[in-house]
C-alpha cells in the first residue's frame, strides 16, 4: 500500500519474467497494442524502468509473453508510477491467452512515487499468453520489478497449511502440580475443546423463528450471524415514521440464546435502488430527518448488544448519500454511529469485489483503502473500532489474487473479515467454497467468516447449505468438515517427571482436567490459548 520513493526488487527474482527490472534495457519487453514504450531511469538512484508514452488507448503499454502451464496458480507484482497531471491513475494487469483476456490485479498509481501491484491468476490450460497493463487514464505508465511466479497446487496447498498452523493453532506446555508446588509426574490431563475462537458463522432469514428445525441446524453449528433483510432500513420502516423492529428483536433474543453474535447488517445502503421506496424521491431537508431519525433508532436501539455495524453498505460502489448530502456523507454517519454506540463493537466499512473480480478498479486494494482512510481522516474517532468488511460474492475463485488481495488488505493492521461469502452454483461449487475458505482461514489477517447463505424456502439468495428437510447440501458437507477439522479433538496423555503435558491446539477456550492418585478428586480449570499469548499454563491441584 506504501508509495516509495523507489519500486522494491522482484519478488522471486521474477520468476518467469525476463529482464523484471529493466535493467538490460526493454530486453525481453514488447510494446503492446501498437504503442510506444520507452526507457526510463531515476535521476537520484539510476534505477531503470519501462515508460508507455503518447498512449491513446487503455491497452497502449509494455507487454512480454510468457508460456503458462495447466492447472497451475501464479503470483503477480509489479510496480508502477504514472506521469503528472493526474492525480492518480487506475493500472490493471491483464493476461491475453490464446482465447479470454483474464484480468489479474490493479492499483492506483500516483506521479512522484512507485505503487506496487499485487494479484494473480490459476491458469485453465497450458500455453502461450502475454502480460501487459492497461489504464482508462491518458498518462504516460512506468512500469519496473514486475514478477510472476508458478506454484503447483500441491505448493500452495503446503503454504497454506503452513501457513494455518502459525496462525490458528498453538503449541501449549500444561503444568501439573500439588497444593505445595510441587510437579504431579503421571498425572492424567484430558484437554476438552470449549469454543474455537475463529468465528465462522452463516447469514440468518427470519424463518429461523418459525422453523425448529432451520433452529437447530444453525445453532448447533455456528458461532456469528448476520441478519439477511431483517434490520435492513426498507425492512425496520417500510413507510415513514412506522418503524418496527419486532422480528429483528425475535432474532436477536434467539441468536442470544445460543451464544451467537449478531453483526448489524445495515445502518445504510448506499445503493439507490436499495433505499426504502418513501426514500428515493425525498427532498433534502426531509432525507436529513429520515436519516437522522434512521441512525439514532436503529443504532441505540441496539447498542452494545452487537458484535459490529455496517455503518454504509457499498459505498465504493454507489454513491446515493453522497450525492444528497455532500462527498463526507458516509464518514459523518460512521462518527454518528461511533458516539450512539460507543462501545466495543466493530464499525466495517463493507463491500465486495476486493476479493473476487480484479478486473473491477473500483474496489481493488488501493481504492479501499483510500476512501477508509477518507472516512478515518474527516472524523478521526472513526478510527476506533473500524473495519474492513470484504463481502467475497465468488463465481469461478480467484485463489492467488485472494491471498494477493488479502495480503494488501492486512497492511492497514485492522481487522478484516469476510462478511458475505458465497459462491456461483455449479458442479464445483462445494469444491470452491472449500478453497475459499481455507484461504480466508490461513490468512492471519482474517478474524472472521459469515457465509451468504440464508435458508429460505423458496430457495436461497445464490447459495444454499442444506434442502428444505435441512439435510446438508454438497456445500454443507464442507461446512461442517472444516468446523470439524478446525475445532481441536479432546486429547489426553500422562505428565513426566516435570509434570509437563505438551499439546497442539486450535486457538480457543479449553477445559483442562487433571487426575492424580495423590489427589481426592479430579481438577479442571479452564485455560484459553489465543495468538500472542503465551503458551505455558500451570494447572494447579
Excluded at 145 to 170: D, G, M, N
Excluded at 207 to 236: D, G, P
Aim: net charge negative; with cysteine; aromatic share 10%.
Amino acid at each position: 500500500m506504501q508509495c516509495l520513493a523507489e519500486p522494491l526488487e522482484p519478488h522471486y527474482g521474477g520468476g518467469l519474467i525476463i529482464n523484471p527490472d529493466f535493467n538490460a534495457g526493454l530486453q525481453g519487453w514488447s510494446a503492446f497494442g501498437y504503442g510506444r514504450v520507452a526507457e526510463g531511469a531515476s535521476v537520484a538512484t539510476g534505477n531503470r524502468y519501462a515508460v508507455a508514452v503518447n498512449r491513446t488507448r487503455p491497452y497502449h503499454s509494455v507487454s512480454q509473453k510468457v508460456y503458462l502451464q495447466n492447472d497451475t496458480h501464479y503470483t503477480l507484482s509489479a510496480w508502477f508510477q504514472v506521469s503528472h497531471g493526474v492525480a492518480a491513475a487506475a493500472v490493471r494487469a491483464v493476461v491475453k491467452t490464446s482465447d479470454d483476456f483474464v484480468h489479474v490485479g490493479g492499483v492506483v498509481a500516483k506521479p512522484g512515487c512507485w505503487s506496487m501491484l499485487k494479484g494473480g491468476l490459476t491458469a485453465a490450460k497450458a500455453g502461450r499468453a502475454e502480460l501487459y497493463f492497461e489504464s482508462n487514464a491518458t498518462v504516460d505508465i512506468w512500469v519496473d520489478s514486475v514478477s510472476l511466479k508458478p506454484f503447483t497446487k500441491e505448493e500452495w496447498a503446503a503454504h497454506r497449511t503452513e501457513s494455518t498452523r502459525a496462525a490458528r493453532r498453538k503449541t501449549v506446555r500444561l503444568q501439573a502440580s500439588d497444593s505445595a508446588g510441587n510437579p504431579l509426574q503421571g498425572a492424567e490431563v484430558s484437554v476438552e475443546n470449549v469454543r474455537t475462537s475463529f468465528p465462522l458463522g452463516a447469514a440468518m432469514s427470519g424463518e429461523i423463528l418459525h422453523n425448529a428445525a432451520y433452529q437447530q441446524w444453525f445453532t448447533s453449528r455456528f458461532t456469528v450471524t448476520t441478519f439477511e433483510n431483517e434490520m435492513k432500513w426498507y425492512s425496520t420502516e417500510p413507510a415513514p415514521g412506522r418503524e418496527d423492529y419486532t422480528v429483528a428483536d425475535a432474532m436477536l433474543a434467539l441468536a442470544k440464546q445460543h451464544g451467537i453474535g449478531v453483526r448489524g447488517h445495515n445502518v445504510f445502503w448506499d445503493d439507490p435502488k436499495q433505499q426504502p421506496r418513501w426514500v428515493q424521491s425525498l427532498p433534502y431537508q426531509d432525507l436529513l430527518a429520515a436519516a437522522s431519525r434512521r441512525i439514532r433508532s436503529f443504532v441505540s436501539r441496539y447498542a452494545g448488544q452487537l458484535i459490529a455495524w455496517d455503518v454504509v453498505n457499498e459505498n465504493l460502489h454507489f454513491s446515493f448519500f453522497e450525492r444528497q448530502f455532500g462527498w463526507d456523507a458516509s464518514t459523518a454517519f460512521y462518527a454518528a454511529a461511533r458516539l450512539l454506540d460507543a462501545g466495543s463493537s466493530l464499525m466495517f466499512m463493507n463491500d465486495f469485489n476486493t476479493l473476487e473480480q480484479p478486473g473491477d478498479m473500483a474496489a481493488v486494494p488501493g481504492r479501499y483503502v483510500d476512501r477508509l482512510k477518507q472516512i478515518i481522516a474527516s472524523y478521526p474517532e472513526n478510527g476506533a473500532g473500524m473495519a474492513i468488511g470484504l463481502e467475497g460474492h465468488f463465481t469461478t475463485p480467484n485463489i492467488p489474487y485472494m491471498r494477493a488481495a488479502l495480503d494488501s488488505m492486512s497492511q492497514v493492521g485492522i481487522p478484516v473479515w469476510l462478511t458475505e461469502v458465497d459462491v456461483a452454483g455449479g458442479p464445483m461449487q462445494a469444491q470452491h467454497l472449500e478453497e475459499v475458505l481455507r484461504e480466508a482461514y490461513a490468512h492471519p489477517a482474517v478474524q472472521g467468516v459469515i457465509l451468504w447463505s440464508a435458508w429460505h424456502a423458496q430457495g436461497c439468495y445464490v447459495m444454499c447449505l442444506t434442502d428444505n428437510n435441512f439435510k446438508n447440501l454438497p456445500q454443507g458437507d464442507v461446512v461442517d468438515r472444516l468446523l470439524g477439522e478446525w475445532r481441536t479433538p479432546a486429547q489426553t496423555g500422562t505428565t513426566d517427571a516435570q509434570g509437563y503435558f505438551q499439546a497442539e491446539v486450535a486457538h480457543g477456550e479449553y477445559k483442562v482436567t487433571v487426575s492424580h492418585p495423590s489427589l481426592n478428586t479430579s481438577v479442571s480449570q479452564s485455560v484459553t490459548v489465543e495468538l500472542g499469548s503465551g503458551n505455558h499454563f500451570f494447572i494447579q491441584a
